[in-house]
């Protein structure tokens, strides 16, 4: 049995949820994120693409992970230079990241090679290590080299590192993402989706883990207003409803 998979019934935080129904959706993506209504994605050659009108457009620039939220359009390229959207153009941002979130409330944050975590005008560092970092509007969640999952509670616009201290989360996910409206998905190294059931902003640690099943081997997920973006292992694109 998987790894990933024996922790999650070990520790039974788990339950099987309805399954969403999902449909394919045309083109093949490495990554997306979705945000604020919007959809932006990668491919394996770095081309960047938005979901406009209902069809995917391509935007000038090279990039491999891409972020969209109220912090903005977000991105870093394969020398992990920072990118930010603005006026239909890529400008660059100081510093390297390998993965920038734009979740946070009017703040980004990210990890670079070494998995130092970085937030905010500036890039305040926090302490820990992750591989993977996602923001939301009170919180921000992420995962380690070893898909230890953790937490940093009482995130806020004037205070992007929140309370500094890392609450662990039992399970272990590949990479996580937390939406607008603070709902966190995550799959797992084997291609298994999970969300957290119970978050909210009196309890943002939430209350367990719920298996989504899609019936496909996921690598990458995100949600926004009712939405779940899912890309599978081959890269093909997925969006799920309720």
């Not at 019936?215 to 926004?224: E, F, P, T």
Request: with cysteine; net charge neutral; hydrophobic share 40%.
């Amino acid at each position: 049995m998987e790894r990933t998979a024996l922790l999650f019934l070990i520790l039974n935080l788990w339950t099987t949820g309805l399954a969403l129904e999902c449909k394919l959706v045309p083109g093949f993506l490495k990554q997306l994120d979705a945000g604020n209504g919007q959809v932006f994605g990668v491919t394996s050659s770095n081309t960047v693409f938005t979901l406009y009108g209902g069809a995917w457009t391509m935007i000038r620039g090279s990039l491999k992970h891409v972020s969209v939220g109220p912090a903005g359009v977000w991105g870093v390229d394969s020398s992990n230079f920072i990118y930010r959207l603005q006026n239909g153009e890529w400008v660059v941002v100081g510093g390297l990241l390998k993965q920038v979130d734009a979740g946070g409330s009017v703040f980004a944050a990210g990890v670079n090679m070494y998995d130092d975590i970085f937030c905010g005008v500036g890039w305040k560092t926090l302490p820990g290590k992750l591989k993977y970092y996602s923001c939301g509007p009170y919180s921000c969640w992420g995962v380690n080299s070893a898909d230890q999952i953790f937490i940093m509670k009482d995130v806020t616009s004037s205070a992007c590192g929140g309370s500094l201290n890392w609450e662990h989360i039992p399970g272990a996910l590949s990479m996580i993402e937390v939406s607008t409206d603070g709902k966190v998905y995550g799959v797992t190294s084997n291609g298994d989706v999970f969300t957290r059931d119970g978050v909210s902003p009196r309890a943002p640690a939430g209350t367990g883990w719920r298996h989504i099943p899609i019936g496909r081997a996921i690598k990458h997920v995100s949600y926004d207003l009712g939405h779940l973006w899912a890309i599978a292992k081959d890269d093909q694109i997925l969006e799920c409803t309720e």
